[in-house]
């Protein structure tokens, strides 16, 4: 698996949110965005982020494993 960065910032992001990207953006998507650029882009706070990452964790996704 390559490193992505954020197409916005052009951050790092690690693997979990690369995973994040592929659950809310779709599998296909082309951009990842770093987490503080997702909040932008979604509108939700980093809270509602980790939460969603905790709870793809608890639901065993393979994105995240
Ligand atoms: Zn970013």
Same mark, same amino acid.
């Given at each position: 698996?390559?490193?992505?960065?954020?197409?916005?910032?052009?951050?790092?992001?690690?693997?979990?949110?690369?995973?994040?990207?592929?659950?809310?953006?779709?599998? !296909?998507?082309?951009?990842? $965005?770093?987490?503080?650029?997702?909040?932008?882009?979604?509108?939700?706070?980093?809270?509602? $982020?980790?939460?969603?990452?905790?709870?793809?964790?608890? !639901?065993?996704?393979?994105?995240?494993?």
């Amino acid at each position: 698996m390559t490193s992505k960065i954020c197409h916005y910032c052009l951050s790092k992001l690690d693997r979990d949110t690369v995973g994040l990207n592929k659950k809310l953006l779709g599998r !296909q998507t082309k951009q990842f $965005l770093c987490l503080k650029c997702l909040q932008g882009y979604l509108e939700v706070t980093e809270e509602e $982020l980790l939460e969603k990452i905790q709870y793809y964790k608890d !639901q065993g996704c393979t994105l995240f494993v």
